[in-house]
């Protein structure tokens, strides 16, 4: 079945997202493999639910129990079985580097914890033409440190920096080339079929011209996915394509 990973970012007041989960479990989610990263204050709203729940992003240093931070065993306790690494933002305004990437991926799946592991150029690195090795970089630097146990527990989340938040037209024949090179990589190096999910201000609207793109494995959304409506709309789309 296809991934369906909804991610709301630092959105929603308390009170919203009462509305929001009342929405939510009435939608019929069981038709794909459908993963809901709310803000890690609201994790607790859905224990007990049959929602696969996803942390955002983990801490660095999470063994040391550090203020502020939140402990894997922690988010074990809420149920949590998915957690978001790497993702763009957490890079470029964070300056995240590959080595703790790394490491909050195998904290991780050390935990049990399966990873959505985003990958992605930015505009500039388009530009000057250099997004097959940042690719190739970001997937050897963090796979060539993971047995081929762990591997199975990671989803790739292919997102380009310059596709996050805005309505950029997409270049259909380009996206399926660097998916395609992303799944030929991984099975080509590490003999793994790694699930690729596609993100970058995808809608209701255009989600339609993404799934001609049968060699994708799912999406990662966000913002669109602000009006819970528009993932029973979403949903219908992927499962009737």
């Known amino acids: 079945m296809k991934y369906l990973i909804c991610n709301l970012k630092a959105n929603k007041t308390y009170e919203e997202m009462l509305d929001y989960k009342e929405e939510l479990i009435k939608t019929n989610l069981n038709s794909l493999n459908f993963i809901f ?11 007990g639910s049959s929602i696969n729940l996803c942390i955002q992003d983990i801490a660095l240093n999470e063994k040391l129990n550090l203020t502020g931070d939140i402990s894997i065993h922690q988010l074990k306790s809420l149920d949590v079985k998915y957690a978001i690494i790497g993702h763009y933002e957490r890079r470029k305004y964070y300056k ?9 991926i195998k904290d991780a799946l050390e935990q049990e914890i399966k990873v959505i592991y985003c990958i992605g150029e930015s505009k500039e690195e388009k530009n000057r033409r250099v997004e097959y090795q940042v690719l190739e970089r970001q997937i050897a630097r963090i796979f060539n440190k993971l047995s081929n146990k762990e591997l199975k527990n990671i989803i790739i989340a292919y997102e380009p920096g310059y596709l996050i938040g805005n309505n950029n037209t997409y270049n259909l024949a380009k996206i399926k080339e660097m998916i395609q090179f992303i799944k030929h990589l991984t099975l ?10 596609f993100g970058g201000s995808i809608n209701k609207e255009n989600i339609d011209y993404l799934l001609n793109l049968n060699i994708l494995d799912g999406f990662i959304i966000c913002s669109s996915i602000l009006n819970p409506e528009n993932i029973t709309k979403i949903i219908q789309k992927m499962t009737t394509q």
Request: charged fraction near 25%.
């Open 37 to 47: 990263a709310p803000s890690s204050i609201y994790l607790p709203l859905f224990k």
């Open 96 to 104: 995240e580097t590959e080595y703790e990437i790394l490491k909050k």
């Open 188 to 197: 080509d190096y590490y003999q793994i079929n790694v699930p690729v999910v």
